[in-house]
C-alpha cells in the first residue's frame, strides 16, 4: 500500500532557529497534506499541496510539493515556543489518509 | 460552528472487555474516518464510512468495527480487548471527498484515550 517517509523524526530547535520536516513517497503523490499536533491535542488540518513544485506560505510557515510530486517539506522561520508539537504529512486521497510517522518538534527559549 | 465531537474523551477497560466509542461530526459532513494513534505505530488508519456506507478499511482485526448511522454519526466497537489497544482514538470528519484539490480535508475530534489492563 501507499506509505509515506517522514523525516527527522524529532528535532530540538532553540527559539529563533529554523526548522525543516520531510515527506518522501516512491509513488507519484495526487496531492499531500501536511498537519500539527500539539502535545494532548489532537491533528489540526495545515495545508493541501496539489500542484507540481507548488509553494505556499502560512506566515513563518512554508510548504513545498516536490517536481516530480514524490516529495513534500515544511519549513518553520525562526521558530517560537508556540510552534512546538508533531508535524505529520498525510497522503493518499479518495477516502483514506496514510500519514508519515510525524515530527516532533522541541523548542527552547 | 460546532466541532467534531467524540465520547467519552477518557476510558479505562480491562482485558477481554469490548468498548464502544461515539462521534459526532460537523455539521454537514457526511464522511467520518477512524484512526488509532499509538506511540509505536502512530496514526493508524481504522476505516471510513461515508453515507452509512463503509468505504475503505485498513489493516486491522475483524474485533474492529464501526457503522455509521443516517445523521452521519458515527461508532465504533472494539471487542475482546488487548493491552494493544491502548491508544487514543481518534474520530476525523471531512466535507469533500475524492480527489479533488481541498478533498479529504480532515477536521478531527480529541479523541477518546481508551487504557486496557
Known amino acids: 500500500g501507499q506509505q509515506v517517509m517522514q523525516i527527522p523524526q524529532y528535532q530540538h530547535v532553540q527559539e529563533g532557529e529554523d526548522f525543516t520536516t520531510y515527506c518522501n513517497s516512491s509513488?507519484?503523490?495526487?496531492?499531500i497534506q501536511w498537519y500539527k499536533q500539539r502535545p494532548g491535542g489532537h491533528p489540526v488540518f495545515l495545508i493541501q499541496?496539489?500542484?507540481?513544485?507548488e509553494v505556499k506560505k502560512q506566515k513563518r510557515l512554508t510548504f513545498q510539493f516536490g517536481e516530480a510530486k514524490k516529495n513534500s517539506s515544511l519549513h518553520i522561520t525562526a521558530t517560537q515556543t508556540t510552534d512546538v508539537g508533531t508535524y505529520f504529512c498525510?497522503?493518499?486521497?479518495?477516502?483514506?489518509?496514510?500519514f508519515g510517522a510525524g515530527t516532533r518538534l522541541a523548542v527552547h527559549p | 460552528k460546532a466541532g467534531v465531537t467524540q465520547t467519552p474523551r477518557y476510558l479505562i477497560k480491562t482485558r477481554g472487555q469490548q468498548v464502544t466509542l461515539s462521534c459526532s461530526p460537523i455539521?454537514?459532513?457526511?464522511?467520518v474516518s477512524w484512526y488509532q494513534q499509538t506511540p509505536g505505530q502512530g496514526l493508524q488508519f481504522l476505516f471510513e464510512?461515508?453515507?452509512?456506507?463503509?468505504?475503505n478499511k485498513g489493516n486491522f482485526p475483524g474485533r474492529f468495527s464501526g457503522r455509521q448511522f443516517s445523521n452521519s454519526r458515527s461508532e465504533m466497537n472494539v471487542s475482546t480487548l488487548e493491552l494493544g489497544d491502548s491508544a487514543l482514538y481518534l474520530c476525523?470528519?471531512?466535507?469533500?471527498?475524492?480527489?479533488?484539490?481541498?478533498?479529504?480535508?480532515?477536521?478531527f475530534g480529541a479523541g477518546s484515550r481508551l487504557t486496557v489492563l
Open positions: 476525523a470528519s471531512s466535507a469533500k471527498t475524492g480527489f479533488s484539490s481541498g478533498a479529504n480535508v480532515l477536521t
Open positions: 509513488t507519484t503523490l495526487s496531492n
Open positions: 499541496l496539489v500542484k507540481s513544485g
Open positions: 498525510a497522503v493518499g486521497g479518495y477516502n483514506k489518509l496514510i
Open positions: 455539521s454537514g459532513h457526511r464522511s
Open positions: 464510512y461515508f453515507s452509512e456506507t463503509q468505504r
